[in-house]
């Protein structure tokens, strides 16, 4: 690939009829992105391209971005803000279902793919585009979501991924980039991050065994913060509205603000191994500071203001949810049916939970709701209770057990 007389020798078949094509193209501006660009160019297709936000760019870096895709011979850029509707849309209801993944992961590039697609699809409805494409590698998870929701959402449009179908190494990349006079930072961190508002991933060296640890400049956010802080989380039927004094107009501020005040205590850091969609296992790092407070708060929450069999339904279908979630099915629509419950549960999740903030960790100190079950006036458990007497225990104790009760004395009446 180092001459532009080769560039054809890379183009599977049937990519040549792309020759005038309207194609979508999902655009960061990294490696990848800019290739594809670049090779749909040598394609004489008109290219639209599109950076999805759900949380993990400045102003200024989307503005470089832009920039980046102009340079490079896009017809059109553009940049959606998705942060808000990331959160309607998915985030809401992970914290409603307090859905963490291998009882690790927050999901945070899960979701926020999935929001990319929904968009980048949405966009090439709108241009009424023949084709729509990706920079995803044929090694990963993203590849799945990006093109599931693509066959789903606009059945018929064609989807092209030029780095998985050419299967090429970061090394051809490079050298097909610069044949072209692309300037661009070629070099490759050592660390691999992706921020979102639901978290940021981290993957390195220490990430593709199953033993090591990630250092801490490896870490987006360093620890900075010794002094223990208080703060209190209000919620407002299961969403986050206030932090300590200052309320919010839209729950992702709150979010945001969270993890600003957080974040330098280097809480939430860990790594997560999980099962991929395509079979294999995988290891990242991630830091989520404000989603690991914010699910372990809301599940406090939620102990003291719904009754058991909520609580444990909600348990089995957020683990369900959580599973079918990383794997992309979204738009299943059992996915809306378990929605409506969670949604359902959360009409008295509202309150107050208290947290401490610590260097690495954070404990919650307890909860205030006006619906909170554990009411001193029935009782104090362990102590008193004014709910009932002896009398009634004694009672329904006999009740409670009598099938356990006859479950055994026909056994041992039958020697078994």
Same mark, same amino acid.
């Given at each position: 690939?180092?001459?532009?007389?080769?560039?054809?020798?890379?183009?599977?078949?049937?990519?040549?009829?792309?020759?005038?094509?309207?194609?979508?193209?999902?655009?960061?501006?990294?490696?990848?992105?800019?290739?594809?660009?670049?090779?749909?160019?040598?394609?004489?297709?008109?290219?639209?391209?599109?950076?999805?936000?759900?949380?993990?760019?400045? @102003?200024?870096?989307?503005?470089?971005? $832009?920039?980046? #895709?102009?340079?490079?011979?896009?017809?059109?850029?553009?940049?959606?803000? %998705?942060?808000?509707?990331?959160?309607?849309?998915?985030?809401?209801?992970?914290?409603?279902?307090?859905?963490? @993944? /291998?009882?690790?992961?927050?999901?945070?590039?899960?979701?926020?793919?999935?929001? *990319?697609?929904?968009?980048?699809?949405?966009?090439? @409805?709108?241009?009424? %585009?023949?084709?729509?494409?990706?920079?995803?590698?044929?090694?990963? /998870?993203?590849?799945?979501?990006?093109?599931?929701?693509?066959?789903? /959402?606009?059945?018929?449009?064609?989807?092209?991924?030029?780095?998985?179908?050419?299967?090429?190494?970061?090394?051809?990349?490079?050298?097909?980039?610069? %044949?072209?006079?692309?300037?661009?930072?070629?070099?490759?961190?050592?660390?691999?991050?992706?921020?979102?508002?639901?978290?940021?991933?981290?993957?390195?060296?220490?990430?593709?065994?199953?033993?090591?640890?990630?250092?801490?400049?490896?870490?987006?956010?360093? %620890?900075? #913060?010794?002094?223990?802080?208080?703060?209190?989380?209000?919620?407002?039927?299961?969403?986050?509205?206030?932090?300590?004094?200052?309320?919010?107009?839209?729950?992702?501020?709150?979010?945001?603000?969270? *993890?600003?005040?957080?974040?330098?205590?280097?809480?939430?850091?860990?790594?997560?191994?999980?099962?991929?969609?395509?079979?294999?296992?995988?290891?990242?790092?991630?830091?989520?500071?404000?989603?690991?407070?914010?699910?372990?708060?809301?599940?406090?929450?939620?102990?003291?203001?719904?009754?058991?069999?909520?609580?444990?339904?909600?348990?089995?279908?957020?683990?369900?949810?959580?599973?079918?979630?990383? $794997?992309?099915?979204?738009?299943?629509?059992?996915?809306?049916?378990?929605?409506?419950?969670?949604?359902?549960?959360?009409?008295?999740?509202?309150?107050?939970?208290?947290?401490?903030?610590?260097?690495?960790?954070?404990?919650? #100190?307890?909860?205030?709701?006006?619906?909170?079950?554990?009411?001193? @006036?029935?009782?104090?458990?362990?102590?008193?209770?004014?709910?009932?007497?002896? $009398?009634?225990?004694?009672?329904?104790?006999?009740?409670?057990?009598? *099938?356990?009760?006859?479950?055994?004395?026909?056994?041992? $009446?039958?020697?078994?």
């Amino acid at each position: 690939m180092s001459n532009s007389n080769q560039s054809f020798s890379f183009i599977p078949t049937g990519e040549s009829e792309l020759k005038g094509a309207k194609i979508v193209l999902g655009f960061s501006g990294g490696l990848d992105t800019t290739f594809c660009v670049k090779y749909f160019q040598e394609l004489e297709a008109e290219i639209h391209s599109i950076i999805v936000n759900t949380g993990g760019f400045s @102003k200024e870096e989307l503005e470089k971005i $832009e920039a980046h #895709a102009y340079k490079l011979g896009v017809k059109t850029h553009t940049t959606i803000d %998705a942060v808000n509707s990331y959160y309607d849309r998915i985030i809401k209801y992970l914290i409603f279902g307090n859905v963490l @993944k /291998n009882n690790t992961y927050p999901l945070s590039v899960s979701a926020e793919r999935l929001v *990319q697609a929904l968009h980048i699809a949405d966009h090439a @409805k709108a241009l009424n %585009a023949d084709a729509v494409a990706h920079g995803s590698t044929g090694a990963g /998870n993203d590849q799945v979501r990006f093109d599931m929701v693509f066959h789903i /959402n606009i059945p018929g449009v064609r989807i092209i991924t030029p780095i998985r179908d050419l299967k090429l190494s970061r090394e051809q990349e490079i050298e097909y980039l610069k %044949a072209r006079g692309v300037e661009m930072n070629f070099e490759k961190a050592a660390y691999s991050i992706n921020k979102g508002l639901w978290g940021t991933s981290v993957g390195g060296r220490e990430t593709l065994n199953s033993h090591g640890v990630l250092p801490e400049e490896a870490w987006p956010t360093q %620890a900075t #913060a010794i002094e223990p802080q208080n703060v209190e989380l209000i919620f407002t039927k299961g969403e986050l509205t206030g932090v300590n004094d200052k309320t919010f107009n839209h729950p992702a501020e709150a979010i945001q603000y969270l *993890q600003s005040i957080a974040g330098p205590y280097g809480i939430g850091r860990d790594i997560h191994v999980g099962d991929t969609i395509i079979g294999i296992k995988g290891r990242v790092g991630f830091e989520a500071a404000a989603p690991m407070i914010i699910l372990k708060a809301h599940h406090a929450l939620e102990k003291h203001v719904l009754t058991k069999w909520q609580l444990n339904w909600k348990d089995q279908l957020a683990l369900f949810y959580g599973n079918w979630l990383h $794997e992309g099915q979204i738009l299943d629509p059992v996915m809306r049916d378990i929605e409506g419950f969670f949604a359902s549960t959360q009409e008295h999740v509202s309150g107050k939970a208290f947290v401490q903030l610590l260097p690495y960790r954070f404990q919650i #100190a307890g909860i205030e709701s006006p619906y909170d079950l554990m009411s001193s @006036k029935f009782g104090k458990y362990g102590e008193m209770n004014s709910g009932f007497t002896g $009398e009634d225990v004694r009672g329904f104790s006999r009740i409670f057990g009598n *099938q356990v009760g006859i479950y055994n004395q026909v056994k041992e $009446e039958a020697g078994k």
